[in-house]
């Protein structure tokens, strides 16, 4: 991975940290793109310690502004050529509506749309490394659960059910890893994965208080967020998915058939077009 540059979203927690430390144990140079960019940065020095790698930076993001997403892309574009592998990770969970700064449904707008928006806008940047550059999106099995409800995704419905919202966003995940394939699978591969039940604070952090008292009682039991990275890590680079794109991986790196509307290319289509009208005013 040495000369290779992968960026990293949510790293400096959970998964994404896991990921991020053992990318640049391979010698990567890895940009942590996190919300918090003081927490991010003490993660970035836990990293070079640990690894001996001190290409490990860090990027401002939030993933619940688009505003932020542009002025974040803006600023990698004008210090990095090229990102070999974008791994789309961070996420959100709550099981109260809530709305990002664009008036989305927050799991939606963090999980999904910040993400597609953050995508589209390095597209010049993962363009010009035709043929290698990896985009990988952190999906989940709760995906087959979900589906798309586009008169809701600005929390129109009074009633409102976290688990549900969090089954749709993991579902666009998967539909965009599709249509991102067919559109621009000349110039990348791109994947989505399961990376199995993981002990992270997902549902610690903006959870209701019982939610998050039965996560902590069931963690202690869920695999380690190393363990949770590895396929996130297999598909940044191993050379047995070089050519793959357009698929679904489990955590045990196997490819997997996602459920039936996930694959669903008219309503692949129609996320896609609703996602581009969304962040339009937000492309650079």
Avoid at 235 to 250: H, I, M, N, Q, W
Wanted: aromatic share 8%.
């Amino acid at each position: 991975m040495k000369d290779k540059t992968v960026l990293i979203t949510g790293a400096n927690d959970g998964i994404g940290r896991a990921t991020a430390e053992r990318l640049a144990g391979r010698g990567a140079h890895v940009v942590l793109a996190c919300r918090d960019d003081a927490k991010a940065q003490h993660v970035a020095k836990a990293i070079m310690e640990s690894t001996g790698n001190h290409n490990v930076d860090t990027l401002p993001i939030d993933l619940a502004s688009m505003a932020s997403i542009k002025a974040a892309t803006e600023e990698f574009l004008a210090e990095h050529p090229k990102v070999d592998v974008l791994i789309n990770n961070a996420g959100v969970y709550t099981d109260r509506l809530e709305l990002s700064e664009d008036g989305y449904e927050l799991q939606f707008a963090v999980n999904y749309l910040g993400h597609f928006l953050l995508t589209l806008n390095l597209l010049p940047a993962i363009q010009c490394c035709r043929h290698c550059t990896r985009v990988i999106n952190v999906s989940s099995a709760l995906h087959k659960k979900g589906v798309l409800d586009f008169t809701n995704l600005k929390g129109e419905k009074k009633s409102y059910n976290g688990s549900e919202a969090y089954a749709q966003s993991k579902l666009a995940n998967v539909l965009f890893t599709m249509e991102l394939d067919r559109r621009f699978g000349r110039d990348l591969t791109t994947n989505c994965l399961h990376p199995g039940v993981v002990g992270t604070r997902l549902a610690n952090k903006k959870a209701g208080a019982f939610t998050s008292a039965v996560w902590s009682m069931y963690k202690p039991f869920a695999i380690k967020p190393e363990q949770g990275a590895s396929t996130s890590v297999y598909l940044a680079t191993s050379p047995e998915v070089k050519d793959v794109s357009g698929r679904y991986f489990d955590e045990n790196q196997c490819l997997q058939k996602p459920s039936a509307i996930a694959r669903n290319e008219q309503l692949a289509r129609r996320l896609w077009e609703y996602s581009e009208a969304a962040v339009a005013d937000f492309r650079i």
